[in-house]
């Protein structure tokens, strides 16, 4: 396995998980929320969709999902209610989706920042794309918080307002989900924020003919760790080009060292603590996008004998609600700081109590391997051997604890 196994295990405190309960799912509380009752500014659109259970206790994590080009937020009820079941605050918000996809704007541009620009300016609401027209009062991150202060000033016992701090969003309280397009803003937005999980469905669609590569930005060094990014998608889904892509961009993002790929339809929780899960299962073809949308959308996710979501277990395993994992968040306590990133191959690491240092492919080779006397707290690392590309770096301290780092090289 070449060191996959102790990577999944080490990396894997970082998005933390909440264990499961019971409670009354008929007390669910779906509401729909205008844009424009949450800001003036913002035109009234169809609903944002807001859902809470007040019998679960709350795990005080938010749950916001971005749908695709298009959809609305009336597509997909299952997945949210599944989370508020759980305890989960849940948002299915109405965003400016419907300027065209990503896909379509990018796929053959000469532009190697294209999807980037595109995702940031839907996100940020700044001109960053010739390809999208989205200001910032009508961004996808003007509109959460703008949204979250509209429910904390109308339902305040729900505490709404814990996902904020002034006009910050709190995103180490913010699970970000997306399908389709949705599920390639989720992860852009984990370029410049520490997201506690990000969910991908379908997703990213971000392929280049015209590079004959995925897009640039799934490279790019993110501050969401890899570990907290899952992934999962229907094996006939060939909407957006070839299904292999897919993967290729998904490796890049670092799911790849989580183990390969896992079909749900043969498994069961915790899927061998992989974040690149598919599903074969037949689909009933609406529009031609079956497989692109049986995983997620109310009209095509299928249904068991009791009228629940079959993929309700892949669900709850992608929003981390049973305690899957064996390490605890409090062994990453240890300040390290590794630069440049990304580097032209030297590294300077700045660690109390280092005892070693491993570097693994993302594929999960062990490429260096180094020790260090632990009361030294500076060290210059020279890796200019390696190739060009994305790095996992394990460190190991003479405390016992652990981590590990995701680098870039150039």
Sequence with gaps: ?????????????????????????????????LPGDTDNNIPWEPRHHVYIN??????????????GTGDNPSSTTYFPIVAANNGYHAVVLKYKNNNGSAFTACNGSSDPDCYLNFRKETLEGIDYSTDVDVDSTNSIYNRIEKLLVYLEANYPA???????????????????????????????????????????????????????????????????????????????????????????????????????TINVDSSAPPYSLSRELTTGTPVSWNLGLGPHIVM??????????????????????MLGVDEFVGLNESQEKTNVSIYPNPSEGLLQIEANGLERMKIYSIGGENVFDRTFMPQDNEHSINVEHLESGMYLVELLFSNGQAQVKKIRLR
């Design 1 to 33: 396995m070449k060191g996959v196994i102790l990577i999944v295990l080490l990396i894997s405190i970082c998005c933390g998980s909440v264990v499961a309960q019971n409670c009354d799912s008929s007390m669910v509380i779906q509401r729909l929320i």
């Design 296 to 317: 997620l959308l109310d009209n095509n996710t299928p249904l068991d004998g009791n009228g629940q979501p079959v993929f309700q277990p892949v669900w709850e395993y």
């Design 158 to 260: 729900e505490n709404w307002g814990q996902f904020l701090s002034g006009n910050a969003i709190q995103w180490d309280k913010i699970i970000l989900s997306g399908h389709s397009q949705g599920g390639g803003h989720a992860p852009v937005a984990g370029i410049d924020h520490s997201i506690k999980r990000i969910l991908m469905f379908a997703a990213p669609n971000d392929p280049s003919t015209f590079f004959n590569a995925p897009a640039n930005w799934t490279t790019a060094v993110h501050s969401t760790p890899d570990s907290c990014y899952y992934g999962f998608m229907h094996q006939g889904d060939s909407t957006i080009g070839k299904v292999h892509t897919q993967y290729d961009i998904w490796n890049n993002l670092g799911l790849g060292a989580y183990g390969d």
């Design 54 to 67: 007040p019998d679960c206790a709350p795990k005080n994590v938010l749950l916001v999902h971005l749908p």
